[in-house]
Each structure stands twice: as C-alpha cells, then as structure tokens.
C-alpha cells in the first residue's frame, strides 16, 4: 500500500502472468532442499532484478545491495554504521569530508578496495547533473587522495543529510573497475559484498557467496531469487515450501490480508513497524473550508484510526499522531494520538460557522471536500477514503473520492490538484530530512512527490533553520518544525505503515531489514 517512491527511484515493470499450476514455473534449483553451509536460500521477486548498475537508477535496490556495499551502513533505529569506511569526520564547518577506508578489502574479482578505486567510483556520479537531487552531488567541490586508505571530499557548503546519503543503494555504492569496458561503459555486477552474481535472466537471479568477503561470512552457499510476478502465486509457492522468503515493498510486497492468511496457515510472519507515515495532506488554497483551523481539527477527531488499521491492515499498522515513527532518527517527542469525537467535531464545525443537517453549509455553500485517491499507486486507497468519507459525513463533511492512475496521480499532486490527498512519508534511509525539506519546504521541488503541506511564511524558515542547525541544536530545530505542525493541525498522520516479511520453518534466525532496500539475510540459518 506504499506510493509510487521519487522518480528517480522506482518503476515497476509488469510482467507476463504465471503458466497453469500444472506446470512448475521454477528452474531446477528452486526443487532443492537441505540446509547447511552449502544450502541456498529461496527468495521471491516480483520482477526481474534489471541491470545492476549502481550508478544508475533500473535494477532492483535490494539485489544490487547484496552486490554492493556502502562507505557508511544506515543500520536499525538510524544508527549509522562503519561499512568500506572504518572512521569518517566533517571538517572546515562541515565542508570537508574525511574518511579512512577499511583495508585488507577487495572487489570480488581480486581488485583492492582502495583511494584510486573509491574516487574512481565517485568520478562516474558525483557533480553530474543526473544526480543532484542528492546534496552531496549538488554541492561537490571537489575530492584528494591523501593516501591509499584516506580521501578528503570537498563541497561548497555544509552538506544536510551526508551520511544518509553516503548509505544509499545508489549510486552511492561502490563498483570494481572492471565491471567497465574501455569506453566506461557498464559490463557486469562486480562489488566487495558477501554476494557474486553466478546468473541472471527474466526467470530468476543466483547469486554465490563470495568467500573472499571481509565482513561476516554468509550461513549459506548461494541465494536464488525467482521472479513471481502475481502475490497469489507467491502465497502459494510459500506454502508449498517452493520458496524460503518473501517480502519487502519493492522486492515481493505482502498485503496485510495475505499476512493473515499465511499467519492462519501457521507459516512464521515477520510484522514489526516500518519507518514510512501514510499522511492526510490538506490544500487550503483550492478549498477555502480547509483553511480554517477548526475545520481541519474537526477531520482530525471526525475519524478513528484505529478502525483504518483494523479494516486495511487487521490490526497491523500503529494509528500515528506524529509525522514520523520513533523507528526514524530525530522524529521528536511522542504526540497524543487522536480519538475519534463526533460531538467535538460537531461543535468545531458549528464554531467555524458550518451549520445544518447532512452536509453543513456556510453562507449557502456546502462543507464539499474532494479527497484524491489512487489504487494503482496506493494499494487499499480507495477502502480507506470510503472509511473516511463514512465517519466524516456522519459530522456533516462531505467528502466526494475522486480516483486517479497512477499517471494522473503524477500530474495532480504537484500541480495541487486537490482537496486532500494521501502521502506516504519517504521512509529510511532519507529521513527525516528527506520529507521535511522535499515534501514541505515550498522552495523544493521534489518532482511527483508533490507537497504534504506549504507554507512559505510560517513554515518553511522553521523548515531551513533545522536543515542548518549544528549537532547540538538540531534535535530543537526539528522538533519545532513538528511542533508547528501538530498546532496548526497542518497535516493528519494516520498510521505507520507496517514492514511484512514471511518464512517457512526451514528459515531461522530472519529478522526484518534496516530499510526497505535491503535483502535481509544477515542472521538467516538454514534447516533442511
């Protein structure tokens, strides 16, 4: 049930359906069983991994992050991790980036991991126009070799975000020289990760330990991935125990009914609490109504979150008051969740001067609310706007869904096209910068993304003065940036959306990746 991630970073491609279940779509290797250090992994993908350039923006996140590795991990809760870099410090008021890279490291095909081969990488992305919408391209000024394991990068200007950025799957990751022709031209996927590419085509991906590996050594020889484009087919490869694994919202996505269902049928569920907030965003300036604090509060108490969670997730997604779960750094203090009260929804609205029976009017004009929705983008959409639309109308708003493609949805939501509308928040590793600057600073164009809320003159000097605050005076910055939110009832959270993995029995030791872009294999051990 997630939207459509910035342009640059997602497009699925539809895939042919499935033959009869009477034919195994499955190569040979998927009917192995057996545990043990020379056991294989199973894994679904929806669609085929693409090209596994991690400078450019095609293959799937999570594959291309077996491969590749980054100069800092963005690990649980936010912590940041060393990975390719053991040390890193910020210099010269934070213009200068120096790091010490892990020695005794190499590229899969024997290629040392060094300073040459670090800036060779940064070479083919960083300071190209392509790649902007990063900071740490946008403001590259510059980078030297002090010695064979330390580079200093230079910008023009104190960069927001760095290290989450140096933790992107791409292009932030790290490629073996050779994986290029003599033109630069990308070949083949060759990284320092614990994992090599053995084969790859429209059916499935196999991927072989590398045992040259400098970190953890992998409890498994190799990890098939299978392309299994319909959820159905999944569930039910799961079941037959044809596959090991499933989930994630860009590798094989389950939907909340699925997880109950596998759940029923006594398969391990992995639930827990993600790091994305599906948010009501409000328009004030196409709808005169929503301009007004008490009507805004009114759709804020008029509706129960806890029955959007029960009805579209059975219970699994946490009812939200603030813009971000504590699952993301610096999401500020905990709000009080917010009750449905029809009376004080009624009362509000009565303050704001929207009287009557049914709908409430005001100077003979109807309190009409368009609520844009889209199902191709977001799953489960249109059930949640119907939710909205049952409980608001029973305080005398009239909401009328007006539902979109995918495409429409592209177009309307930063061209402001409606009422209200439905957002989810970027989600780790670009947060909390990534939605309070692309979705809220009005200055920022964040392409189809669109905007959560504006407000130029109140908003957005809160919104630059925790981008530029200092370590020690961020965490106020940002949480006066939530708390004006939250007091001017500027935007409606309504849940964390929740991360669904499931397993069989011959899986053990599973535990939920840091993002959304990662294989989670890490603590997997295999039984027969």
Do not use: C
């Not at 902007?132 to 990068?153: P, Q, Y």
């Not at 704001?352 to 983008?377: M, P, Y």
């Amino acid at each position: 049930m997630h939207t459509s991630r910035r342009a640059l970073l997602k497009g699925l491609a539809a895939m042919p359906a499935l033959l009869a279940a009477t034919y195994s779509p499955f190569p040979a290797f998927a009917q192995e069983g057996g545990g043990g250090d020379h056991a294989a992994l199973r894994v679904a993908m929806a669609k085929p991994a693409g090209s596994l350039d991690p400078h450019k923006y095609i293959g799937l996140w999570s594959v291309q992050d077996l491969i590749y590795e980054p100069l800092i991990r963005y690990g649980h809760g936010g912590k940041m991790e060393p990975a390719l870099a053991t040390e890193w410090a910020l210099e010269d008021g934070g213009k200068l980036f120096r790091l010490k890279l892990r020695q005794n490291v190499t590229f899969q095909d024997g290629t040392p991991w060094d300073a040459k081969a670090m800036t060779w990488n940064l070479d083919r992305w960083i300071g190209k126009d392509a790649h902007n919408w990063m900071n740490a391209s946008r403001l590259f000024d510059g980078h030297t070799i002090v010695d064979d394991h330390t580079v200093e990068i230079r910008f023009k200007e104190p960069v927001l975000g760095l290290l989450y950025e140096f933790s992107y799957v791409r292009p932030s990751r790290f490629l073996s020289p050779s994986s290029v022709d003599g033109d630069g031209n990308y070949q083949k996927p060759i990284g320092t990760g614990p994992w090599m590419e053995e084969s790859a085509s429209n059916a499935s991906s196999t991927f072989m330990r590398y045992d040259g590996y400098w970190g953890e050594r992998p409890a498994f020889e190799h990890i098939d991935l299978m392309v299994l484009p319909d959820s159905r087919s999944r569930m039910a490869a799961l079941r037959a125990g044809e596959i090991d694994l499933i989930g994630g919202d860009f590798l094989a996505p389950i939907k909340a009914t699925e997880a109950k269902t596998l759940q029923d049928a006594g398969l391990p569920v992995a639930i827990e609490i993600g790091t994305m907030t599906m948010v009501l965003g409000f328009n004030p300036d196409r709808n005169e109504a929503l301009k007004d604090r008490k009507v805004r509060e009114a759709i804020d108490i008029g509706f129960d979150r806890s029955a959007i969670s029960q009805v579209l997730f059975h219970g699994m997604a946490e009812p939200a008051a603030n813009l971000f779960p504590s699952t993301v750094p610096l999401s500020g203090k905990r709000f009080e969740i917010a009750t449905r009260n029809v009376e004080r929804a009624a009362s509000l609205l009565e303050e704001a001067g929207w009287v009557g029976s049914g709908v409430r009017e005001k100077d003979g004009k109807k309190l009409a609310i368009e609520l844009v929705v889209s199902e191709e983008a977001m799953a489960g959409s249109r059930a949640l706007g119907e939710i909205l639309q049952a409980q608001l109308g029973e305080v005398g708003i009239g909401i009328t869904i007006r539902s979109v493609d995918h495409a429409s949805r592209h177009s309307d939501i930063p061209a402001r096209k409606f009422d209200m509308a439905l957002f989810y928040t970027l989600g780790a590793p670009y947060e909390p910068f990534g939605t309070l600057i692309g979705m809220l600073l009005s200055t920022f164009n964040n392409g189809v993304d669109g905007k959560l809320a504006i407000d130029a003159a109140n908003l957005d000097p809160l919104l630059l003065a925790a981008a530029s605050a200092s370590e020690d005076q961020v965490e106020a910055a940002t949480q006066a940036v939530y708390d004006w939110l939250h007091d001017n009832v500027a935007l409606l959270p309504l849940f964390y959306a929740p991360v669904i993995w499931a397993h069989t029995d011959r899986v053990s030791g599973f535990k939920a990746p840091a993002t959304e872009y990662d294989l989670p294999f890490e603590h997997v051990v295999l039984g027969s």
